[in-house]
């Protein structure tokens, strides 16, 4: 996978912020690429310890009929940008995109575990990366990070909408009856309802869409091995 290089990374909060703002505009909140029947999916997370600096990152590639594991990558790597809430992208968006260019083949449209455009400047981890990309993306995130909504129904699949300064910027779906909600938002290339449907077909028995599900338990194999074999 090659990925867009659209600005650098090694910048200031400010500069990071400013980012952000442009970027927001290049943003496409509709269904734009993608294809049907949608052949591939994959899931991406990160992990890494409390006040250390090396982050791991995977990214698992699924397909999507069945969703069983047609590939794995992964990636460490010492991260240097500080922790500041609204541009963790800034901290987890390099060592992802190196994981991704390891795939040998192109997902047709990627889960991230983290925030689309339900961001205080609209463009989330899923969102950027979906950009930089260049693919159908959408934000899967266990909590909710800006916004409001109505308690929403028990069952599996009901939802209901988020509403950030008066405009909507997510849903919280059901994906388990009587567990948790997640809190899906647009990426980038896709529509909400589309990523709802997506997101909710991908859920095989537990809250988190198995691709993401599968990329988190690969990144802690990962980190677990790696601090193991340090100490």
């Known amino acids: 996978m090659k990925t867009r290089e659209l600005h650098r990374w090694d910048v200031t909060y400010r500069e990071a912020a400013a980012i952000q703002e442009e970027l927001r505009r290049m943003l496409i909140l509709r269904d734009d690429g993608l294809p049907d029947p949608v052949r591939t999916v994959a899931g991406a997370d990160i992990s890494y310890d409390r006040g250390s600096d090396l982050f791991f990152a995977a990214v698992v590639l699924m397909r999507y009929s069945d969703l069983t ?70 934000g899967c995130a266990k909590t909710r990070l800006v916004g409001s909504h109505v308690l929403v129904g028990e069952k599996r699949g009901e939802w209901t909408e988020m509403v950030y300064q008066n405009r909507q910027v997510g849903a919280v779906l059901r994906t388990r009856e009587r567990i948790n909600p997640l809190f899906i938002s647009q990426g980038h290339r896709i529509g909400l309802q589309r990523a709802l449907a997506l997101v909710l077909s991908c859920c095989r028995g537990y809250r988190i869409p198995e691709p993401i599900r599968q990329a988190h338990l690969a990144v802690n194999r990962l980190r677990t091995k790696q601090t193991a074999t340090a100490e």
Do not use: M, N, W
């Not at 460490?76 to 800034?90: D, E, H, K, M």
């Not at 060592?95 to 991704?100: G, Y």
């Not at 260019?101 to 991230?112: A, E, G, I, R, Y």
């Open 69 to 138: 594991v047609i590939e794995k990558a992964t990636f460490a790597a010492r991260v240097s940008f500080p922790y500041i809430p609204g541009l963790l992208t800034f901290r987890e968006g390099p060592p992802l995109l190196a994981a991704f260019c390891k795939l040998s083949q192109t997902p047709d449209v990627v889960l991230f575990d983290g925030q689309g455009i339900a961001h205080p400047r609209g463009i989330g981890l899923a969102s950027h990366l979906g950009l930089l990309l260049g693919l159908p993306s959408i």
